[in-house]
């Protein structure tokens, strides 16, 4: 069983701190990550991707990936309210001659003014 | 421009009824998906189809169809619907099948499916 784990939250964190946001995975082989951010009643939007080990930043978000660790995380830095949202964590797990993304439960953050 | 475009929005229906949701993508990818998303948001995927070939078919009750006529549309339909189908569910696209690497999935805005 292919599995992806995140801590459902809530996260929440003052204005202009980074919030932090983890994820784990079950299958070594696995070589694709992303995040996603669902706003409540929306759809989830892809925000970053991540392929290789190490960090890779994309303006306030920085993604990190530990593939020993099975282990991907998201830093936000400089938090906003308008990133408070859902948080989707997605990884490729290859079958065959296709790929499928299994998806985290989600953490929701709570950026305080 | 809609990348991914799902039709309706909202659907609301009685227990035994039959409904289809419809999807289309603008992007010229040749993959698109669909996904449920319970009431605990959790996000998964259903069926997948690659230029009108099913790839992908999850453990999911025979009462869902998927059927794409071309690249471009897939939709779902779902007989004798129960209350347990209640959810939101999800189209999305990507440029191949999904084994590359940098396949990226683009959603569409979902149709939220209450089943009374």
């Known amino acids: 069983q292919k599995e992806v784990e995140q801590n459902s939250g809530p996260l929440s964190v003052p204005e202009g701190a980074i919030a932090s946001l983890n994820c784990t995975y079950s299958d070594r082989g696995s070589q694709s990550f992303f995040w996603y951010r669902q706003y409540s009643g929306k759809s989830p939007e892809l925000i970053m991707s991540?392929?290789?080990?190490g960090d890779k930043e994309d303006g306030r978000f920085t993604a990190q990936l530990n593939k020993a660790s099975q282990y991907v995380s998201l830093l936000i830095r400089d938090s906003q309210p308008s990133d408070s949202a859902t948080y989707l964590c997605a990884v490729k797990f290859l079958s065959g001659n296709t790929g499928k993304l299994i998806f985290g439960q989600g953490t929701t953050l709570q950026v305080k003014p | 421009d809609t990348a991914v475009s799902q039709t309706p929005k909202y659907l609301v229906t009685q227990m035994g009824n039959d409904k289809s949701i419809k999807c289309e993508q603008n992007l010229g990818h040749d993959t698109m998906y669909w996904y449920k998303q319970d009431s605990k948001k959790f996000l998964k995927i259903m069926f997948s189809y690659n230029n009108k070939e099913l790839i992908i078919n999850e453990t999911v009750p025979n009462r869902f169809s998927p059927k794409s006529p071309d690249k471009a549309h897939l939709n779902l339909h779902i007989n004798s619907l129960e209350l347990g189908d209640s959810a939101v569910y999800f189209c999305?696209?990507?440029?191949?099948?999904?084994?590359?690497?940098?396949?990226?999935?683009?959603f569409g805005p979902g149709t939220r499916l209450t089943v009374l």
């Open positions: 999305a696209s990507s440029q191949d099948k999904g084994r590359a690497p940098y396949n990226e999935q683009f």
């Open positions: 991540i392929y290789s080990n």
